[in-house]
């Protein structure tokens, strides 16, 4: 499961000195009386969840894999990130899942949008539309564009078959759409902000659909969540996470860099990054979350990160056991000086990568934390999402700050709007 290693500038006595301070958030998370407390409802979410609903996703997922080619899953931010993070660390970058999923509405990119429309022409696709507000802009016109071609190859009869909705129980633009058109809807809980849903039919529909066995990672948040809410500081890893981040905030460590030595783990530092940047950059306050993927990037901020300005720690993921492994192969000539490494696996090379980067970050002065994986699953990364959000609802409450709104995201919309021409703007 999941172990933590924290950087060596903590000790015990830190911890201590914390501990009356994590207690009382504690209650107040479980007791649901802070800030934003009725965004509270992911916290017991993975056991309260619809039981219904997710028979029923599970059901429509299979129809999804049975008669459909390709699912374009239409969203952003917290309606899009936690379901790509989860798909590609689990499924890897090259799928060879007989359901194809594309991810459209999270950007206005016409070059990426009119690719994706392009690829589409003629193909046998489904989509999923998540939006809770249902008037987010990216997602509105992806959404007006993937319907309308669907419509326009198969009719608006087989298109209301093969539209799959997951928005607010009664309110919104998507959810009267729905009501009009008839599609199939899934719920995100008013009580759930984007960021937090990964469990809901934000995450479990599509991740059903791409063969993900999503009750596993609902029961690896059920037993995150039971260890984090019972244990005393000493042995709960994730407030002790928590308490790293404010020591880390107090004592001239701004940047959190999130790394990962598996590119297919790039969008869980995606998702890490909106998660804490949204829930935590708020009234001046905040550590800014970065990420990098090793060994890649040493091959460029790896120079930041040893010799540049000091004002980062990491916090590094690993995966002990890889779900693949290759091994390097004897060369006769060895003209390129490998047949060192002959017979050795891959994953063998990443983890003295992983070894010989910590020790060189650490005598170079980057506080480096690390949390052991021990493999890429559902039900482990169920632990670890979960994890990450309780431990981002204490880091924020030690900030004094509500971890569950976004008012800053609204100021680009305003003038966006204005110079849009939308009215009211
Ligand atoms: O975490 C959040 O609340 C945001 O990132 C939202 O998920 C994002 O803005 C998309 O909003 P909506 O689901 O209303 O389209």
Redesign the pocket.
Known sequence: MLDLRLNKLMNEEILKGYEKEVNRINKMIMDKSGQGNDFLGWVDWPVNYDKEELARIKKDAQYVRDNFDILVVC?????YLGARSALEALNGLKSDDKLEIIFMGQTFSPNYVAQVMNYLKGKNFAINV?????T?TE?SISFRLLKELLESQIGKEKARKAIYATTDREKGALKTLCNNEGYATYV?PGDI???YSVFTAVGTFPLACAGVDVEAMIRGAQVARKEIESAPLKDNKCYQYAVMRDYMYHHNKPVEMYVTYEPQMSQISEWLK?LFG?SEGKEHKGLYPGSATFSTDLHSLGQYIQDGTPLLFETIINIKEPKQDIVIPHDNDDLDGLNYLEGKNLAFVNQKAFEGTLQAHEDGGVPCNVIYVDKLDAYNLGYLFYFFMRACAMSAYMLDINPFN?PG?EVYKKNMFHLLGKKGY
């Open positions: 969203g952003i931010g917290g309606s998540i939006s809770k507000s249902g987010t997602t995100l902000g984007g960021r909106q949204e976004q995201v």
